[in-house]
């Protein structure tokens, strides 16, 4: 089975900076679509960045400008800059394999919390 473990969640103040990690143990990351998604309490969980395996990204319209999502294939790992955090994106964060070639199934990883609080 593919896994996903996502780190470097925690609390930080308005304003202030996180860097997600999401590394993955499927031996054909370089060929797959990653998306970083959010669940916030009460609410649906919905996209916020996905990086396809040749590079091109993506972002929800509230965090275009201030996330950056990012691949190191070397290292099976998708990374999300998380820059201006803003209350609103207080949410559990969680990395998914959004297509893979010759992958069946859905994968997510156990989800990470961000919290943005003073």
């Known amino acids: 089975q593919v896994q996903l473990v996502e780190s470097g969640g925690g609390l930080v103040q308005p304003g202030g900076s996180l860097r997600l990690s999401c590394a993955v143990s499927?031996?054909?990351?370089?060929?797959?679509?990653m998306g970083w998604y959010r669940q916030a309490p009460g609410k649906q969980r919905g996209l916020v960045a996905a990086?396809?395996?040749?590079?091109?990204?993506n972002y929800a319209e509230s965090v275009k400008g201030r996330f950056t999502i990012a691949r190191d294939n070397a290292k099976n790992t998708v990374y999300l800059q998380m820059n201006k955090l803003e209350p609103e994106d207080t949410a559990v964060y969680y990395c998914?394999?959004?297509?893979?070639?010759?992958?069946?199934?859905?994968?997510w990883g156990q989800g990470t919390q961000v919290t943005v609080s003073s």
């Open positions: 998914h394999i959004d297509w893979a070639a010759f992958l069946s199934g859905d994968y």
């Open positions: 499927g031996r054909r990351f370089s060929m797959y679509n």
């Open positions: 990086i396809t395996f040749g590079g091109s990204t």
